[in-house]
């Protein structure tokens, strides 16, 4: 096989995930087995079953990836792993996998930022990117606004104070009781509701920082339902999931157009689970364009977690020479970028 072959492996929550992505940006192969039936009936990912779901998938779907991709470990030239943030358990196994890899087929070891590795999903999908760039992080369990002028040095302009924005989406999905994971059912349901109906907070909007908090906002929620229940009144769920969601969209927006403003810049990425929310795109698309500035996302599949963006990853890190780990290397759950 040709190429510059990267085997990329995920397990930093509910999603086992290998890939093979040929020259840091052609995905050979993709393979991501979702546990989200498991978590389900708990309502959120319950970090003992992850675990243990891990180890039971991770050699399959590192099979998989390979056969899919058409070749076989000694073809391979690079590891790349997540290593944080994350749930431990589900990071250790990831790490063993690839660990266990690296030795036996004497490859190198590069150890990813699962955070990272969202901001590189929009490297496979639009290819021609080149910094500088403002990218907005937003999954279940980070909302990261940042800047960067090159690869690999990231300037934080601010992150969430409490909840994730997914967090949120999750969490209001629960008490809604309209599904899990909450963001792709609120998504659906929003699209037939009035996003003015209901009156909701947009914390920090005003305030002079990139700052997000969405705690706030998911009791206001609550609030609500439950004063609609004590007066024995139905809820209007697709009014809600449309104001809440533009709640969100609303607070996201304004944050990223004024960083844009602040560092004058022409494009912004967006990354996460929930950068594939159909409302987010299109608000902030609107929003840029005016400004004529260009947004890009990630295709759908590369959108929530998945290896090909830990691969992409990994391989960027090699050529700059970062991040080269020992077979020593430890899971870091709460890693920061
Ligand atoms: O990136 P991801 O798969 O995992 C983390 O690293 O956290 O993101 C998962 C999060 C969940 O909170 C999920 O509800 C949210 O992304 N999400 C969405 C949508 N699709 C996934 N949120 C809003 N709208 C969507 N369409
Ligand atoms: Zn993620």
């Not at 319950?46 to 399959?60: D, F, G, Q, T, Y």
């Not at 790490?95 to 969202?118: F, T």
């Not at 901001?119 to 760039?133: A, D, T």
Request: with cysteine; charged share 20%; net charge negative.
């Amino acid at each position: 096989k040709e190429g510059f072959l990267t085997l990329g492996i995920e397990s930093s929550c509910d999603e086992t995930s290998a890939a093979v992505i040929k020259d840091g940006k052609e995905v050979l192969s993709n393979i991501v087995a979702s546990q989200i039936d498991w978590h389900r009936k708990f309502g959120g990912v319950v970090p003992e079953i992850a675990s243990r779901k891990h180890v039971e998938l991770i050699n399959p779907v590192i099979q998989e990836a390979l056969e899919e991709a058409g070749v076989s470990y000694s073809d391979l030239n690079l590891v790349a792993v997540t290593y944080g943030p994350g749930l431990v358990g589900g990071l250790l196994v990831g790490i063993a996998g690839a660990k266990a890899i690296a030795y036996a087929h004497e490859l190198p070891l590069v150890a990813v930022n699962h955070i990272e590795g969202h901001i590189y999903s929009n490297f496979i999908s639009h290819p021609e990117l080149e910094p500088p760039l403002v990218c907005l992080t937003v999954s279940g369990g980070h909302t990261d606004l940042l800047y960067f002028e090159e690869l690999g040095e990231y300037e934080i302009l601010g992150r969430t104070k409490d909840d994730a924005a997914g967090e949120a989406f999750d969490k209001v999905a629960r008490v809604m009781e309209i599904g899990y994971p909450g963001g792709p059912a609120i998504d659906k349901l929003a699209k037939t509701g009035d996003l003015e109906a209901i009156e909701l907070p947009r914390p920090l909007i005003y305030d002079d920082n990139y700052d997000f908090s969405f705690s706030g906002l998911k009791t206001a929620v609550l609030n609500y339902i439950n004063q609609k229940q004590q007066k024995g009144e139905d809820i209007p769920k697709a009014d809600l999931a449309a104001s809440f969601q533009q709640a969100v969209v609303d607070v996201l927006t304004s944050k990223v157009v004024k960083a844009v403003k602040a560092k004058e810049i022409g494009q912004v990425l967006l990354s996460g689970g929930v950068s594939a929310n159909s409302h987010l795109r299109s608000v902030l698309a609107a929003e840029l364009k005016q400004l004529g500035v260009k947004l890009y996302y990630p295709q759908p599949k590369l959108c929530t977690d998945n290896a090909a963006m830990i691969a992409t990853a990994g391989y960027f890190k090699w050529k700059l020479k970062q991040q080269i780990a020992p077979y020593a290397l430890n899971a870091d759950p709460g890693l920061r970028l």
